[in-house]
């Protein structure tokens, strides 16, 4: 079973930045896709930004575009997201999170495996 561990996760005021890591992603577990979600309370789960590999295609909600950036390091099997610019509607808990060939990085439902978490709360 593959584990997902979050890390970077923290208090930091507005217009700040965090770096959020996921380790450890295999390639062996034959992957599709990885990406960040994020659910704040009272909120449903919601994609912030994933990366297809196959295709070298990264995509990035609207609200984080700009601001956010997902990146894989093969080299030590860790995916990250570099978070700057945030702003309090950014504070959440973020996941991580990895779909097989059939799922899909792009909705809740198609993630195969998803890490604990890591919050991420923004003071103004």
């Known amino acids: 079973q593959v584990q997902l561990v979050e890390s970077g996760g923290g208090s930091v005021q507005a217009g700040g930045s965090l770096r959020l890591s996921c380790a450890p992603y295999?390639?062996?577990?034959?992957?599709?896709?990885m990406g960040w979600f994020r659910q704040a309370p009272g909120k449903e789960r919601e994609r912030v930004a994933s990366?297809?590999?196959?295709?070298?295609?990264?995509t990035y909600a609207d609200s984080v575009k700009g601001r956010f950036t997902i990146s894989l390091d093969n080299a030590k099997n860790t995916l990250y997201l570099q978070m700057n610019s945030l702003r309090p509607e950014d504070e959440a808990m973020y996941y991580c999170?990895?779909?097989?060939?059939?799922?899909?990085?792009?909705?809740?439902?198609?993630?195969?495996?998803w890490g604990q978490g890591t919050q991420v709360t923004v003071s103004s």
């Open positions: 999170a990895v779909a097989r060939p059939g799922g899909s990085c792009l909705t809740e439902s198609g993630i195969d495996v």
């Open positions: 990366f297809t590999a196959s295709r070298g295609r990264t």
């Open positions: 295999e390639d062996t577990y034959d992957t599709y896709c």
